[in-house]
């Protein structure tokens, strides 16, 4: 068993293959984290001529942007209404606006511009629903959506579910056709090699352990000595730490875990899911899982706990999350399994803005591929004073909560009412 991710096996392992530089006196801006947020902004901003420092801890792609599951599409955590009733109606369709087309449309032009080769596939997504009822209300759902932005989704009953996914788990679902799937190890080293050939800077394997602003500019100081900034992006996402202890108070880091299975052939993948799609669901465990880009082999990822836990207990977890969907699949083996962690906002939605002098751009909530590269690029138009900086992200709530001092002392306790919160689903979907 291999606990590297499966996408490495094709696009490598994180790298960073230039010597190491001589960390410059100064940058116009220092971006912390080469992940998909810091490499996108730092992409724009050299594009638009200033003197850009990346510093990351470890390799570009290390953090989450490198094992993530490969799944390309916007939406939310939280539904229309709830977005209605905390922003107001204007706002919360622009972030519906904005997750669902734009993020995307910047995703296909950012590949296209950039001929970033990542096995794109534009096979649409299929969201299974957990019940009749939550599929009742999730089609009534979509109809507003539509109504309201346009998204082309559409519901599919549990008589023709068949068609989507080889399944009973699930009660009918949502198709989303502008989704798709990519090897994220592919996507975030093009993004970095862009970033690079637009005059970025990269200091890896170098950690920023704190910044002080003034109103002129910041002092960064890293593990190289200090580098004196214009402005400062943290870019750290579910990698944040007390290094910027203001900021790191407002994310929660979240393992997610995932497992490739062993070559099981095209056909037996095929009819397992019948369209070929990515697959998420709506139960507590959020299990997302997709063939892999060859069709040969099927890549789950999903909650297998909320804290970390050792390899071989996530291992068997995913096996019976897998189980539950793909009975059939019991006697396939698992090559690969491994983590990362996502970084979720108190209020399950990204955000945009400033924290203590320094901008930031985080909280995807697990829901990163389109949207860390669009509001990275956003993040750098704000810096750049550009008009296009306007985001409706940067609106949304970046609170923290006065028992989270940085560190996740809490999670296990957050893993056990999960636990509950599983076996009452499931008991009462039997009923
Ligand atoms: C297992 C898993 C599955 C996922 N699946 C999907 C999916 O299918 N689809 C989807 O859209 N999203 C998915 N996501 C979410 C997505 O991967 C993230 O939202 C996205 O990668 C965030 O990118 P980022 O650049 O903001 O952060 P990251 O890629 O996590 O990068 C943050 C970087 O900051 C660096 N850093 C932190 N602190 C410091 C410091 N003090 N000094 C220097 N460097 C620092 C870290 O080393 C790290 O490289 C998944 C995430 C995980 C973990």
């Not at 909320?306 to 006697?331: H, I, K, N, W, Y």
């Not at 985080?362 to 810096?383: C, D, E, V, W």
């Amino acid at each position: 068993m291999q606990h590297t991710p499966y996408w490495w096996d094709a696009a490598g392992e994180p790298d960073a293959p230039e010597s190491p530089i001589t960390l410059p006196a100064k940058a116009d801006v220092v971006v912390i984290g080469a992940g998909l947020t810091g490499l996108s902004a730092a992409r724009t901003l050299a594009r638009a001529g200033r003197d850009v420092l990346v510093v990351e801890s470890g390799a570009p792609g290390s953090g989450a942007s490198s094992r993530n599951g490969g799944q390309v599409g916007g939406g939310h955590r939280l539904p229309p209404a709830s977005l209605d009733a905390q922003y107001g109606k204007d706002t919360a369709t622009r972030l519906l606006r904005e997750a669902h087309i734009d993020s995307i449309d910047f995703f296909t032009s950012l590949i296209d511009d950039e001929s970033i080769d990542c096995d794109w596939q534009p096979v649409g997504r299929f969201r299974g629903c957990n019940n009749r009822r939550e599929y009742e209300q999730n089609a009534r759902a979509l109809e507003q959506l539509n109504r309201r932005i346009g998204t082309h989704a559409y519901p599919v009953k549990s008589s023709e579910q068949q068609s989507e996914i080889a399944t009973d788990l699930y009660h009918g679902g949502t198709v989303f056709p502008t989704h798709g799937a990519i090897n994220p190890a592919k996507f975030t080293y093009g993004l970095w090699r862009a970033a690079r050939d637009a005059g970025a800077a990269f200091a890896c394997h170098t950690s920023v352990l704190g910044v002080s602003t003034n109103a002129r500019a910041s002092i960064v100081k890293t593990t190289r000595g200090d580098v004196i900034a214009g402005a400062v992006l943290a870019a750290t996402n579910g990698y944040s730490t007390t290094a910027l202890p203001t900021i790191a108070r407002r994310i929660v880091p979240v393992p997610s875990f995932i497992v490739a299975t062993e070559t099981l052939g095209r056909n037996r993948v095929r009819a397992l899911m019948p369209s070929g799609r990515v697959y998420v669901e709506s139960r507590a465990r959020h299990c997302y899982f997709r063939p892999s880009p060859d069709g040969e082999r099927l890549v789950f990822g999903g909650r297998a706990a909320l804290c970390d836990v050792p390899d071989r207990f996530a291992t068997s977890q995913l096996r019976s999350l897998m189980l539950d969907v793909f009975p059939e699949l019991s006697g396939a083996a698992l090559t690969h399994s491994w983590r990362g962690h996502t970084g979720f906002s108190f209020a399950q939605i990204p955000h945009v803005g400033t924290v203590d002098g320094v901008e930031v751009a985080m909280g995807y909530s697990g829901n990163g591929n389109t949207m860390a590269p669009y509001l990275g690029h956003k993040a750098a138009l704000r810096i750049l004073g550009d008009a296009d900086a306007e985001t409706a992200f940067s609106q949304t709530a970046f609170e923290t909560r006065f028992w989270h001092r940085g560190k996740r002392w809490f999670l296990p306790a957050a893993d056990m009412r999960f636990r509950v919160q599983d076996i009452w689903q499931k008991l009462t979907n039997s009923l």
